[in-house]
Structures are given as C-alpha cells and as structure tokens.
C-alpha cells in the first residue's frame, strides 16, 4: 500500500521561497502511472490543485501560481519536492502531496494523500 509523507517547515517568512518533500513508500514515483501532485487548502477554503510531476518526469503547474512554481524530484530517494517563491500570508493553508490517477486532478477513489502539513507564511 503506497503511503505519501509531507515533510518541511511550518512557519516562512514572507519573500522567502516555501520548500516541502514528500516521501514516497510502497510505490514508485518512476514507474506507477500517475501524477505526483501538490494540492492545498487554505483556512476556510476549498481545495486549491497546485501542480504535479508525472512518472515521466513532465511537470504541469495551475496558471494561477505557475510563475512561482516548481516541482522536482529525487528518483534515489523516491521523493519529489515543492518550491513556491515570493510568499505572502495568501499562501498560508495546509498543503498536501497526493498521488493521482493520470487524466484526473485529484486522487479520488483510485488515489492516495498525504496526511497534510500546516504552512504559516507570517514574519
């Protein structure tokens, strides 16, 4: 059974760039088919689909962050990261690292998530 763990700091400042990894057990991010996505949700808030990283390696970001994005992996380390530069208290929700069937946006019943980490942007 494949299991995603976010991990990266809960508090960023302002300006500074938002970093998160996430590790994946029980799959592989090389040779399952799906797309190893980024979602979150900010406070009262529904949930905002940020980017993924395909099997492939092609990455593919929402057009609304997409200057600011960038997904990346490690195949050693069978983890992927998120980087979201320049900061505002906007980006504050908790983000969450979902793995999603090809030609969806979100994991749905055939998907898996992460268990969620809280990101505070504040100085």
């Known amino acids: 059974q494949v299991q995603l763990q976010e991990s990266g700091p809960g508090l960023v400042k302002p300006s500074q760039t938002l970093s998160l990894t996430c590790s994946v057990s029980?799959?592989?991010?090389?040779?399952?088919?799906?797309?190893w996505s980024w979602i979150r949700q900010p406070p009262g808030k529904g949930l905002e689909w940020i980017g993924y990283?395909?099997?492939?390696?092609?990455?593919v970001y929402s057009p609304s962050l997409e200057s600011r994005t960038s997904i990346s992996r490690d195949t050693s380390k069978n983890q992927f990261t998120l980087q979201l530069s320049s900061v505002t208290p906007e980006d504050t929700a908790v983000y969450y690292c979902?793995?999603?069937?090809?030609?969806?946006?979100?994991?749905?019943?055939?998907?898996?998530w992460g268990q969620g980490t809280q990101v505070t942007v504040s100085s």
């Open positions: 029980g799959g592989s991010i090389t040779t399952d088919y799906y797309y």
């Open positions: 990283i395909a099997y492939s390696g092609i990455t």
């Open positions: 979902a793995r999603v069937p090809v030609g969806m946006w979100y994991p749905g019943d055939f998907g898996s």
